[in-house]
């Protein structure tokens, strides 16, 4: 079994609004074991980040000035999932910027692999934890976070 997890950063909050992704990471996951199979990519998104998304995520216009479009990045990173399933940490989010990146790019939805997120089940299983973020869960199963 084989899936990609995925995560991406954005200009903002809202795809319906116009915001768009500026980055975008993926690692197949196979029989359980991360692979050498990576996907990155920054992507000029041709419009200003929000002061508050540039404080989540780091990024500023200037990092993303020789960024490739979007036009050049989806399709290879949908290239890249091929079939496996999408994996992601708050995925609802993360998959409307990625559905709303193809429309702009008219790809049809059904290239699209299912998807699953974390969060979801996290809440599911452990609903009596206060927080459920990942550095949060991480902590509860005592899995060492690593920031490179």
Do not use: W
Not at 20 to 33: Q, S
């Amino acid at each position: 079994m084989a899936y990609v997890v995925f995560d991406t950063e954005t200009t903002g909050l809202s795809p319906q609004m116009g915001d768009r992704i500026i980055e975008i990471a993926a690692i197949r996951v196979r029989n359980g074991h991360m692979t050498d199979e990576v996907f990155h990519s920054l992507i000029n998104p041709k419009r200003m980040i929000s002061f508050g998304a540039s404080r989540v995520n780091n990024m500023t216009q200037e990092m993303l000035l020789d960024a490739p479009e979007a036009s050049e990045v989806i399709p290879k990173f949908l290239e890249f999932v091929g079939v496996d399933v999408l994996v992601a940490h708050n995925a609802e989010f993360d998959m409307a910027f990625l559905k709303q990146e193809m429309k702009l790019l008219n790809i049809p939805e059904q290239k699209l692999p299912p998807f699953l997120c974390t969060l979801d089940k996290a809440q599911k299983k452990n609903p009596d934890l206060p927080r459920h973020t990942l550095s949060a869960l991480a902590q509860y199963f005592g899995i060492p976070m690593d920031r490179k």
